[in-house]
């Protein structure tokens, strides 16, 4: 099925709206061209509603809020509902400060999201107003591990059941659920965490594949974290002697611009329970 989710995106090119995070918008970008889809970014209120009656996809990351993109959020997020657009929300730091953490409450109270996929910190935020966060980060104490992967399967599809979308909480195991299914995926490194943006790309690549399968949102949600994963191991195998971070975020869109589904196949690392 990921193969199928994978393909789909490829042929259908979605044409993505982001309402993203200032610091990462060029990564965002880079990363919807390089997997098939098209960006397009826009977070003005008098033209956000314009925008999004193009793109087939919403993607909503509060990483830099300010007073006009959160109007923009909103008017946008409400045309896409108009539209039945897919609609993901990223949280990114909610937990962190009351705007942040009013803001996405507020977000999933009136806007309908597909997927909601942050870190285990911003999702249990989300979830009981508890969990706790260093900046953007997820704190340690929140971490998905083996040793309590069947609890925190569990919350994740009752967070999914409750919000009436899909749960992608992603970190060193990624969990993307929805209220009767959950793919744990095991594709990525350590080594991504030390670049700014790995998450908000992911937003934005989920926003695209979802979008490209309307009809099979899970298994494309759990295959953008797949793509996203193994572009992280491909890219840092690909590392020359003397190359850092900056160029490790270059080789992670690379890996993800010339994947196919022979490679895909071969590296996904998942199982579903």
Do not use: W
């Amino acid at each position: 099925m990921i193969e199928t989710c994978f393909t789909a995106l490829r042929e259908k090119a979605p044409l993505i709206h982001n309402i993203t995070n200032y610091v990462t918008v060029n990564d965002v970008a880079n990363i919807l061209l390089s997997c098939g889809a098209s960006p397009i970014m826009s977070d003005e209120p008098e033209d956000v509603c314009d925008i999004t009656s193009i793109c087939s996809g919403l993607n909503i990351n509060i990483g830099t809020l300010n007073k006009r993109s959160i109007e923009a959020m909103f008017l946008a997020g409400h045309r896409a509902n108009e539209l039945k657009h897919t609609v993901l929300l990223d949280p990114v730091g909610a937990g962190a400060s009351r705007l942040r953490t009013e803001t996405a409450f507020k977000l999933t109270e009136e806007i309908r999201f597909d997927v909601i996929r942050g870190n285990i910190s911003e999702i249990k935020t989300l979830s009981s107003g508890s969990g706790t966060t260093k900046g953007v980060d997820a704190d340690v104490a929140d971490a998905v591990t083996e040793e309590n992967l069947d609890r925190m399967i569990r919350f994740a599809e009752s967070f999914a059941e409750k919000n009436h979308c899909i749960a992608a909480i992603t970190g060193a195991i990624d969990l993307i659920a929805d209220s009767k299914k959950c793919y744990v995926i095991r594709n990525g490194r350590p080594e991504m965490q030390k670049i700014t943006g790995t998450g908000c790309q992911l937003s934005g690549m989920m926003t695209a594949f979802v979008s490209a399968n309307p009809d099979r949102k899970l298994e494309a949600a759990a295959t953008a974290a797949i793509v996203m994963g193994l572009a992280g191991e491909i890219g840092f195998a690909n590392l020359q002697k003397g190359e850092g971070n900056s160029s490790y975020r270059n080789r992670i869109i690379d890996a993800v611009s010339n994947m196919d589904v022979s490679e895909l196949k071969k590296g996904a690392k998942y199982e579903i329970r």
